[in-house]
């Protein structure tokens, strides 16, 4: 990325270097990991589905490693998205944050933990309510009948205590995505502005200015 590092494009006041925007969409995708109400809290994530179709849907962005490249997210093992990551793990991960007018586009590679110490950590610090997401009794997605909540009614008023969640931990899975390519794009009054960065083996190996 030397060769064009010279160059600057200005972001709220600040100039950037190339470099200084790859730093600057990690520490975007960090913040969204930690910070309830960022516009980078949730993302859409793509997988390839059983007949090659592009499937998509919204998860909740659990943590980043910016060293490592790598982005969390948990999932129950029974969805579509798990059986999707078992037979290809490459997966697009979609952040749009309106107030910041920045998008982040990722492509990376899964890797899927189940039934070992960082899953039980992670279900531990997990709350009750978003515990019930793993309790149903069928599989998300499962036809119904009628409206359901998947699991037991009483739930809806008295959240589960730890005793009636563990048994379900078994449904729960951390998803890691290692990030082989990232897109930047910066929506300005003034001129819009792109990046794209390619990594390997959790590493920048590099980027280029982009056409908008
Ligand atoms: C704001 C929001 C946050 C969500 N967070 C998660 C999540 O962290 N993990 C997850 O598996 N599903 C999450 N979902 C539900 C998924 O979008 C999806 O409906 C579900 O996981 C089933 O997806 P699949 O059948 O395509 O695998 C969330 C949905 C919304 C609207």
């Not at 600057?24 to 997988?47: E, I």
């Not at 793993?134 to 036809?143: A, D, F, G, R, V």
């Not at 078994?170 to 819009?192: R, W």
Request: glycine content about 4%; hydrophobic content about 35%.
């Amino acid at each position: 990325m030397t060769k064009q590092d010279d160059e600057f494009i200005t972001y709220n006041d600040t100039e950037y270097n190339l470099q200084g925007i790859e730093s600057l969409a990690w520490k975007k995708l960090v913040n969204g990991s930690v910070k309830k109400k960022n516009g980078f809290r949730t993302m859409c994530v793509g997988t390839i589905d059983e007949n090659n179709a592009a499937a998509l849907r919204i998860v909740v962005n659990r943590k980043v490693d910016e060293v490592q490249k790598t982005i969390f997210f948990h999932t129950d093992n029974r969805s579509r998205k798990y059986d999707d990551l078992t037979k290809d793990n490459r997966i697009s991960l979609l952040f749009y944050d309106a107030r910041q007018r920045v998008q982040i586009v990722v492509k990376a590679y899964a890797t899927i933990y189940s039934n070992n110490a960082l899953v039980n950590d992670r279900w531990k610090a997990t709350s009750p309510q978003a515990r019930l997401g793993y309790m149903t009794n069928e599989p998300p997605n499962t036809k119904s009948d009628q409206p359901t909540l998947g699991y037991d009614e009483h739930f809806a008023i008295t959240k589960p205590t730890d005793d009636e969640s563990n048994p379900f931990e078994k449904n729960f899975s951390v998803v890691s995505c290692t990030v082989y390519e990232l897109e930047f794009l910066y929506l300005d009054f003034h001129g819009n502005r792109k990046a794209n960065f390619y990594y390997e083996n959790n590493v920048l190996v590099g980027g280029n200015w982009a056409v908008p």
